[in-house]
């Protein structure tokens, strides 16, 4: 998702500092998944199964991307009966913006992102995490941009791989190994504040 075009463009926008500062992200990623097979790897504890891993990861993603490191994060979380965590709502704390997220496989959920700034905002369309287009809002302005993604969207992750290694980069400037090394630092805080457990560790 970080290199997405539409998610680039918006971030591109926000940090230039176009909309203000960033006061509210709200984010979430879901989709009917409890009746699948409870020995498969969505509901299955011993596969790290549950949503936070499997989908949680982009809302969470998208708050690191935009406002960083939280300094207190608030969980609350609904088990399946075979122990994997089966939606989880997180709220991400920082000191002038608020980060609200939430994963789930019990039902549906809009998945569409909205980043909140003192002047307007931005929307990341359905589905957020590979949009094709975003909604640009500043004061009474209101702007639709289209961004078709190459085919299913995988394809600006593999060129900006290749870009690297042509370059001689060990990592992207977009995503380097401590963005990563952070991400799932989130992901491990959020799993010790859920009491999200797994048989491996």
């Not at 504890?45 to 499997?54: E, N, Q």
């Not at 905002?121 to 590979?130: D, F, G, Q, T, Y």
Request: charged fraction near 20%.
């Amino acid at each position: 998702s970080r290199f997405n075009p539409s998610i680039q463009q918006v971030y591109n926008l926000v940090k230039k500092g176009e909309l203000g500062a960033i006061s509210y992200l709200r984010a979430d990623f879901a989709f009917p998944a409890l009746d699948r097979d409870p020995r498969g790897r969505l509901l299955n504890p011993s596969l790290a199964g549950g949503s936070l891993l499997d989908i949680g990861i982009y809302p969470v993603f998208l708050a690191y991307l935009f406002l960083g490191i939280p300094k207190d994060i608030k969980v609350s979380a609904h088990f399946h009966t075979t122990g994997a965590e089966k939606q989880i709502a997180m709220i991400f704390d920082y000191d002038e913006a608020m980060a609200v997220l939430y994963s789930g496989f019990s039902s549906h959920s809009e998945m569409k992102a909205e980043i909140s700034c003192e002047s307007g905002s931005a929307i990341l369309n359905p589905r957020w995490h590979h949009a094709e287009s975003f909604q640009w809002q500043k004061g009474e302005e209101v702007r639709e941009v289209f961004r078709p993604l190459k085919g299913s969207g995988y394809i600006y992750e593999i060129e900006e791989v290749h870009r690297c290694l042509r370059a001689g980069a060990r990592e992207s400037a977009l995503w380097s190994w401590a963005d990563s090394i952070a991400l799932h630092s989130l992901l491990d805080r959020v799993r010790g504040l859920a009491d999200i457990n797994f048989p491996a560790g």
